[in-house]
């Protein structure tokens, strides 16, 4: 899987990144066979009969044979159970505390010898046997999860003295769904959004410089899966970091005898806690409580809502003023320009290669007097050299992850032999996060994690640390069995953490090639090095919406494809996509063609900015999509059955997508489409294009020349734009008769910290005119800003 970046750091350095490469290679193999402990004679079990119950708020715990089920119903309607002991803490998803159970939630028996819990949202009900049910108030099924099965070995401790990352007992949890029900989320997974039948492995893995539709695992995985069903909407998260499998199997309607056959889901992990929450609700009601669960969304600086620049292998101040010399003479905005490795001195983190760029403080004053701001990687590898200020600040705290022998761990990543910061160690987070100090004083205004999965370069094996490497886990102690797949999300806070302590008057701008659940709550993410390529372009998309739903908000692709050169029309298709995305970066190889829009040609040139043109004109709703992602953890862009996902055929629909509430994107991800089918939610439907209206649910077939997407807007829809002057005003898009609609607005207060109000306002019908109004707590008033009706 590391293949393609191991040759290509070897083109770059040398035979001897590759010959360092093969050493820590066997040096991983040796320290697991000798650090782990050796798999001996293991006993199945299964939970039993239930024996007994005890009450407790919320819910219970309730006794089998050989194992225990506390079940928990929390006041906003969530469900927590788990096995064997495990509590809902220690974990890193969480935002706090579990939530306060719901007082008028308790356990009671149930028919069968079984038992039930009855709240306002949910009933959950415990088999005898112990499968766990949650039935809608009405009584209709979401989820079964059947009796899970344990493998551990014959001298693990006794059943129902599990502790969280014990390790020890693998176990499996098959679950049932609806047969209509479809599966999305399981964290970045470039096959989606829809998840197809087939096996997903939880391992945050470097795909090795380009991947595909076809690749899997990437680079930000969680247990984390969203389910839709006519029954209604669930999130289910299994807190366990270790390596696990998820198979997806789709139900079938009529099935056999006539008969369903459910949809089923197997969680299989190596280890760690089963234990699991759910989420119940429309899919806006699920993804606010999950934000309520893991915390909010990071809000990003508002510039970091414009449009971006990247690239590995600028190599020099030079050529970064003459790229942003080249969008300023052609009139097209730019908001950052991002700095890759090759800015560092012999790629080592935290320094800056002066001959290259000899004063990028004065570098970057000098773009932000153009309104750029520059954005630095920083990758966790620390070049192992005595000398070097990084490395020896980081021993002298003992910082970096050691083996089973208590050796420091080494391997190899682009400065050549690199040790690893332990970030689960909270003491290492605040030294790495002072570290920052370093590129604010070089003028950075952000910052993107890389390599964090963390990465070591093998030819064989897994390309990672040893999984018997030891880490602190916040005090509790283990290995990187467990600590793999948080050790990103565990970067990513450190990063976070410490930018607010150094600049506590700005929001922090970080986002992280790896994560886990819970990593909203300190930024966002990309796509990662996404192959050039038509297959490439629909992954992008995939990403984005698929990490929507689990609770990351703020994403976006490598405009273009990371590796090789798009044809013109494939970066211009790229490009209009990522003109509607959160994060709208350029960004390629160092051995990749360009990626400036005027390399493309006159044409490409000027439809790429008719698409710059439309997404600053809507950086107001951007800014208001930010917020309200902050405040409700709803995504910016959600699939098309976000409002009606009882619409059974826009849950098939994975090439448009809704931004906001307010308009339906509809990309072209293929070669040579002039014109393209578009799946309508229920309601009219402005095309943006021609004003002309069309009725949902349904299908449409419009046109999309290479000049434009197809974007329609909702009938009624308000949503706030730039005008001609720079300031703020509304854009209306006709109710139909007796209809009425509206939006929300939140106004941009900065890159601080600084309260924003929601503003309401509604629009209707009066006399064949379309009035906009405030709706304010006493009622309603005039809009108080500038208006514009489309649509009539």
Same mark, same amino acid.
Request: net charge neutral.
């Given at each position: 899987?590391?293949?393609?970046?191991?040759?290509?750091?070897?083109?770059?350095?040398?035979?001897?990144?590759?010959?360092?490469?093969?050493?820590?290679?066997?040096?991983?193999?040796?320290?697991?066979?000798?650090?782990?402990?050796?798999?001996?004679?293991?006993?199945?079990? =299964?939970?039993?009969?239930? *024996?007994? @119950?005890? /009450?407790?708020?919320? &819910?219970?715990?309730? +006794?089998? %044979?050989?194992?225990? #089920?506390?079940?928990?119903?929390?006041?906003?309607?969530?469900?927590?159970?788990?096995?064997?002991?495990?509590?809902?803490?220690?974990?890193?998803?969480?935002?706090?505390?579990?939530?306060?159970?719901?007082?008028?939630?308790?356990?009671?028996?149930?028919?069968?010898?079984?038992?039930?819990?009855?709240?306002?949202?949910?009933?959950?009900?415990?088999?005898?046997?112990?499968?766990?049910?949650?039935?809608?108030?009405?009584?209709?099924?979401?989820?079964?999860?059947?009796?899970?099965?344990?493998?551990?070995?014959?001298?693990?401790?006794?059943?129902?003295?599990?502790?969280?990352?014990?390790?020890?007992?693998?176990? =499996?949890?098959?679950?049932? *769904?609806? @047969?209509? /029900?479809?599966?999305? &989320?399981?964290?970045? +997974?470039? %096959?989606?959004?829809? #998840?197809?039948?087939?096996?997903?492995?939880?391992?945050?893995?470097?795909?090795?410089?380009?991947?595909?539709?076809?690749?899997?695992?990437?680079?930000?995985?969680?247990?984390?899966?969203?389910?839709?069903?006519?029954?209604?909407?669930?999130?289910?998260?299994?807190?366990?970091?270790?390596?696990?499998?998820?198979?997806?199997?789709?139900?079938?309607?009529?099935?056999?005898?006539?008969?369903?056959?459910?949809?089923?889901?197997?969680?299989?992990?190596?280890?760690?806690?089963?234990?699991?929450?759910?989420?119940?609700?429309?899919?806006?009601?699920?993804?606010?409580?999950?934000?309520?669960?893991?915390?909010?969304?990071?809000?990003?600086?508002?510039?970091?809502?414009?449009?971006?620049?990247?690239?590995?292998?600028?190599?020099? %101040?030079?050529?970064?003023?003459?790229?942003?010399?080249?969008?300023?003479?052609?009139?097209?905005?730019?908001?950052?320009?991002?700095?890759?490795?090759?800015?560092?001195?012999?790629?080592?983190?935290?320094?800056?290669?002066?001959?290259?760029?000899?004063?990028?403080?004065?570098?970057?004053?000098?773009?932000?007097?153009?309104?750029?701001?520059?954005?630095?990687?920083?990758?966790?590898?620390?070049?192992?050299?005595?000398?070097?200020?990084?490395?020896?600040?980081?021993?002298?705290?003992?910082?970096?992850?050691?083996?089973?022998?208590?050796?420091?761990?080494?391997?190899?990543?682009?400065?050549?032999?690199?040790?690893?910061?332990?970030?689960?160690?909270?003491?290492?987070?605040?030294?790495?996060?002072?570290?920052?100090?370093?590129?604010?004083?070089?003028?950075?205004?952000?910052?993107?994690?890389?390599?964090?999965?963390?990465?070591?370069?093998?030819?064989?094996?897994?390309?990672?640390?040893?999984?018997?490497?030891?880490?602190?886990?916040?005090?509790?102690?283990?290995?990187?069995?467990?600590?793999?797949?948080?050790?990103?999300?565990?970067?990513?806070?450190?990063?976070?953490?410490?930018?607010?302590?150094?600049?506590?008057?700005?929001?922090?701008?970080?986002?992280?090639?790896?994560?886990?659940?819970?990593?909203?709550?300190?930024?966002?993410?990309?796509s990662g090095d996404v192959a050039t390529g038509w297959p490439g372009l629909g992954a992008s998309l995939a990403l984005v919406l698929g990490l929507g739903l689990c609770g990351v908000p703020y994403s976006g692709p490598d405009i273009g494809g990371f590796d090789g050169s798009p044809s013109p029309e494939l970066f211009l298709r790229w490009y209009q996509l990522g003109a509607w995305l959160p994060l709208f970066r350029t960004h390629a190889a160092i051995d990749a063609g360009r990626r400036e829009p005027w390399e493309f040609g006159p044409e490409v040139l000027e439809h790429a900015r008719v698409a710059l043109a439309e997404r600053e004109r809507l950086r107001p709703y951007f800014t208001t999509l930010a917020r309200l992602a902050r405040m409700t953890g709803a995504p910016y862009v959600r699939p098309v059955w976000w409002g009606t996902p009882e619409d059974r055929g826009l849950r098939d629909c994975e090439d448009a997508f809704l931004l906001g509430d307010a308009l339906l994107v509809a990309p072209v991800l293929t070669r040579g489409a002039d014109r393209r089918a578009v799946p309508l939610p229920r309601g009219r439907w402005y095309d943006t294009a021609t004003g002309r209206a069309y009725e949902g649910p349904g299908q449409v077939l419009l046109d999309a020349p290479l000049s434009r997407v197809p974007v329609l807007a909702r009938a009624g829809a308000v949503l706030p734009v730039r005008g001609e002057g720079g300031g703020t005003l509304?854009?209306?898009?006709?109710?139909?008769?007796?209809?009425?609609?509206?939006?929300?607005?939140?106004?941009?207060?900065?890159?601080?910290?600084?309260?924003?109000?929601?503003?309401?306002?509604?629009?209707?019908?009066?006399?064949?005119?379309?009035?906009?109004?405030?709706?304010?707590?006493?009622?309603?008033?005039?809009?108080?800003?500038?208006?514009?009706?489309?649509?009539?």
């Amino acid at each position: 899987m590391i293949g393609g970046e191991l040759l290509r750091s070897m083109k770059v350095f040398g035979s001897a990144q590759g010959v360092r490469a093969v050493r820590s290679a066997w040096r991983r193999r040796r320290a697991d066979a000798s650090g782990l402990p050796p798999r001996g004679p293991e006993r199945a079990r =299964v939970p039993g009969l239930a *024996v007994g @119950a005890e /009450a407790a708020p919320g &819910g219970g715990t309730v +006794r089998f %044979a050989r194992s225990s #089920l506390r079940v928990c119903v929390s006041s906003g309607g969530t469900v927590f159970w788990a096995w064997d002991g495990a509590g809902p803490l220690p974990s890193y998803a969480l935002a706090g505390e579990a939530p306060d159970p719901d007082p008028r939630a308790c356990l009671e028996p149930d028919t069968e010898g079984g038992w039930r819990i009855v709240s306002e949202r949910v009933t959950v009900t415990v088999s005898r046997h112990g499968a766990v049910e949650l039935r809608t108030p009405g009584g209709v099924m979401l989820r079964r999860d059947l009796p899970p099965r344990w493998w551990e070995p014959v001298a693990e401790r006794p059943a129902g003295s599990g502790a969280v990352g014990s390790g020890g007992a693998r176990w =499996v949890q098959r679950s049932e *769904v609806p @047969a209509d /029900a479809r599966f999305f &989320g399981l964290g970045g +997974r470039s %096959a989606g959004p829809r #998840l197809r039948d087939g096996w997903y492995r939880l391992w945050n893995t470097d795909p090795g410089g380009r991947f595909g539709p076809g690749d899997d695992p990437l680079s930000l995985t969680m247990p984390v899966q969203f389910v839709v069903s006519d029954a209604g909407t669930h999130l289910a998260f299994h807190d366990n970091s270790w390596d696990g499998l998820v198979t997806l199997a789709e139900g079938e309607e009529g099935a056999g005898s006539g008969h369903d056959r459910p949809g089923t889901s197997e969680v299989r992990m190596t280890g760690g806690p089963l234990r699991c929450w759910v989420v119940v609700g429309t899919p806006a009601r699920v993804l606010h409580g999950w934000a309520a669960l893991t915390g909010a969304p990071a809000l990003p600086p508002s510039w970091a809502l414009g449009p971006q620049h990247a690239r590995w292998g600028f190599g020099s %101040a030079r050529e970064v003023r003459r790229v942003v010399a080249g969008y300023r003479e052609r009139g097209l905005p730019l908001s950052a320009l991002h700095l890759d490795i090759d800015h560092y001195d012999g790629h080592r983190v935290f320094t800056v290669d002066r001959e290259r760029f000899p004063d990028l403080p004065g570098l970057a004053e000098e773009l932000r007097e153009q309104g750029v701001r520059l954005v630095s990687i920083v990758d966790p590898a620390v070049k192992a050299e005595p000398g070097d200020p990084v490395h020896d600040g980081g021993a002298a705290v003992d910082a970096f992850v050691r083996d089973a022998r208590g050796e420091v761990v080494r391997g190899v990543v682009w400065p050549g032999e690199c040790v690893f910061p332990d970030f689960t160690d909270p003491a290492v987070r605040e030294w790495w996060g002072g570290l920052y100090e370093e590129r604010l004083r070089q003028g950075f205004a952000g910052v993107w994690h890389d390599m964090n999965e963390p990465v070591s370069f093998a030819p064989f094996g897994d390309p990672t640390l040893p999984l018997s490497a030891r880490h602190a886990l916040e005090g509790r102690g283990g290995d990187h069995r467990e600590a793999h797949n948080v050790y990103g999300l565990a970067m990513t806070r450190a990063g976070y953490e410490g930018l607010r302590r150094l600049r506590p008057d700005e929001r922090p701008f970080v986002f992280s090639r790896s994560g886990w659940a819970g990593m909203q709550r300190y930024g966002g993410t990309w796509s990662g090095d996404v192959a050039t390529g038509w297959p490439g372009l629909g992954a992008s998309l995939a990403l984005v919406l698929g990490l929507g739903l689990c609770g990351v908000p703020y994403s976006g692709p490598d405009i273009g494809g990371f590796d090789g050169s798009p044809s013109p029309e494939l970066f211009l298709r790229w490009y209009q996509l990522g003109a509607w995305l959160p994060l709208f970066r350029t960004h390629a190889a160092i051995d990749a063609g360009r990626r400036e829009p005027w390399e493309f040609g006159p044409e490409v040139l000027e439809h790429a900015r008719v698409a710059l043109a439309e997404r600053e004109r809507l950086r107001p709703y951007f800014t208001t999509l930010a917020r309200l992602a902050r405040m409700t953890g709803a995504p910016y862009v959600r699939p098309v059955w976000w409002g009606t996902p009882e619409d059974r055929g826009l849950r098939d629909c994975e090439d448009a997508f809704l931004l906001g509430d307010a308009l339906l994107v509809a990309p072209v991800l293929t070669r040579g489409a002039d014109r393209r089918a578009v799946p309508l939610p229920r309601g009219r439907w402005y095309d943006t294009a021609t004003g002309r209206a069309y009725e949902g649910p349904g299908q449409v077939l419009l046109d999309a020349p290479l000049s434009r997407v197809p974007v329609l807007a909702r009938a009624g829809a308000v949503l706030p734009v730039r005008g001609e002057g720079g300031g703020t005003l509304l854009e209306v898009w006709a109710p139909a008769e007796g209809r009425t609609g509206g939006g929300l607005v939140v106004r941009d207060t900065g890159d601080g910290w600084e309260p924003a109000a929601i503003e309401r306002y509604q629009s209707r019908l009066v006399d064949g005119r379309v009035v906009v109004e405030r709706v304010t707590d006493d009622g309603v008033e005039e809009a108080g800003l500038p208006v514009v009706v489309r649509g009539r």
